[in-house]
């Protein structure tokens, strides 16, 4: 394409971004194509001669558009919100513009020391102690697994990664069955295995029992294991299980454990001081994730990790062959040697732009108006005859079932239920398993969601669930 095209066609999509973000609420929330449909429409191989643009645009509205579920949708109430915004997406057009590979402080240095204020301008948003310092990473996967690794090489004294696993005592992980499965995965890619993941038992809060980590690690230690770390969950995927920070440190300090906290989602409505003794004792925890890209207006990806001691961070990942080394430079940040991925792209210019558009306080408000929202409607469900609520709103999360009289298979039903509403395509909701049973989750956290979008919801739910209990 020439430059001049270039001008014509970016402001087609910058007009096409506006009108997609005033009419998204009229579309289907969850795509309604069958699988394959949108394959099939795409040719087999590729062009030898170039298409025009205009032909291009075509295909990406007429093909593409119906494939898309819309997580900018305000009656978007599924999984975990992935937030976007006006200010965020004209930054991320600018990175996009810059393409730059911020992999080194000087492959863009304003690239890496805006990402190191940005950082202290999150950590004291959420009141961590000045001794953390921040990393974007990708994903919080992706910080899960440079804390495991960080967790195991701390344990074997700093020779995993140069003689493996093998021969050495096995290293132990602690977590609830609240954490999310990206826990399971990072032991899985470090070479620690499947089993020797430990789940410690969990309490009527599902917290971890302290006492219960506490004699785990005991155990290991008789066994001859080397107990590593801990992942703590603060607003778990499912149900939002949380654990006492606080308890779960303490313990693990006595032992010389690593804690790692994941707090993916709720982590971003620690801007809310009231909020913040769900994180009581974050203070001692060795490191720390939250995603501005779930709940604080920041397209993905944008993975804010905190680390107390990033020397060990970067003792775990840094590796300097000739061609990264810089000389003639000192003391600078090197973002490439706190992650896995060697290119990083330039994340912290849209966390800039939405800092400094909505300010904490506004940002605050759009939080706290989500979870006062969650809770009224929890509470209009938790009325209902047929409903009942399965767990109490953790923060803008709650579960519910659907238990009409005289159904036997109540897990069916619910299925059934969050099928068909999906299908409807009004609202977007998703299931879990909690307890044994089927229940369906509801979190409020689209950046453009309002109270009158939450009240509809139930409308929805209510109206659906009556025509398949009548079916039933
Ligand atoms: C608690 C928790 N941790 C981790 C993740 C994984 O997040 P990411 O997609 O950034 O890897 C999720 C995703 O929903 C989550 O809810």
């Known amino acids: 394409m020439e430059i001049g095209q270039f001008n014509k066609w970016a402001h087609w999509a910058a007009d096409w971004a506006s009108r997609f973000m005033t009419s998204v609420r009229d579309l289907p929330v969850r795509a309604q194509t069958p699988p394959g449909d949108i394959a099939r429409r795409i040719p087999d191989r590729p062009p030898e001669d170039a298409e025009s643009m205009d032909a291009i645009i075509d295909d990406f509205q007429r093909i593409v558009m119906p494939g898309m579920t819309h997580w900018q949708h305000p009656r978007f109430f599924a999984y975990f919100p992935a937030n976007a915004s006006p200010p965020s997406v004209i930054a991320e057009y600018l990175t996009a513009t810059l393409a730059a590979q911020c992999m080194l402080w000087q492959t863009s240095p304003a690239a890496t020391e805006l990402e190191t204020k940005m950082m202290d301008w999150l950590r004291q948003a959420i009141a961590l102690p000045g001794d953390f310092q921040g990393v974007i990473q990708d994903s919080a996967s992706g910080a899960t697994l440079c804390a495991v690794l960080t967790m195991r090489e701390r344990a ?275 299931q879990t398993r909690h307890d044994g049973q089927m229940v369906i989750r509801f979190q409020v956290g689209q950046t453009h969601t309002t109270q009158e979008d939450v009240t509809f919801a139930w409308k929805v739910i209510q109206e659906i669930a009556g025509e398949l209990g009548r079916q039933s």
Not at 232 to 251: F, K, M, P, Y
Not at 297 to 313: G, I, K, Q, Y
Not at 322 to 344: A, C, D, H, M, Q
Not at 403 to 426: F, M, Q, S, T
């Open 156 to 430: 074997l004294n700093w020779q995993g990664n140069t003689q493996g696993l093998s021969g050495q005592p096995a290293v132990r992980i602690y977590c609830s069955q609240h954490v999310h499965t990206s826990v399971d995965k990072a032991v899985w890619i470090a070479g620690i295995g499947q089993d020797n993941l430990v789940r410690i038992e969990t309490d009527e809060t599902m917290a971890m029992r302290p006492e219960a980590l506490k004699h785990a690690i005991e155990a290991d230690k008789a066994a001859g294991h080397l107990p590593a770390g801990v992942v703590a969950s603060v607003g778990g995927t499912s149900v939002g299980g949380s654990d006492n920070l606080r308890a779960v440190c303490e313990v693990a300090r006595e032992y010389g454990v690593y804690v790692h906290v994941d707090a993916a989602w709720a982590g971003s409505a620690m801007i809310c001081p009231e909020l913040r003794p769900m994180i009581d004792g974050a203070e001692l925890a060795d490191s720390f994730v939250f995603n501005p890209h779930k709940w604080l207006l920041t397209n993905f990806d944008c993975s804010a990790h905190f680390v107390r001691n990033p020397e060990e961070l970067v003792r775990t990942l840094a590796i300097k062959p000739e061609f990264l080394k810089t000389y003639g430079t000192g003391g600078e940040i090197n973002y490439s040697e706190w992650s896995v991925p060697l290119g990083r792209r330039f994340r912290a210019l849209k966390l800039w732009f939405v800092l400094r558009a909505y300010g904490l306080e506004q940002l605050r408000g759009i939080i706290r108006n989500h979870i006062a929202w969650a809770e009224g409607l929890a509470q209009d469900i938790a009325t209902h005859p047929d409903f009942e609520l399965t767990t109490k709103p953790v923060l803008s999360l709650f579960s519910f079932r659907y238990c009409p009289k005289g159904v036997d298979d109540l897990d069916e039903l619910n299925l059934g239920l969050v099928n068909a509403i999906n299908d409807d395509g009004r609202i977007y909701l998703t």
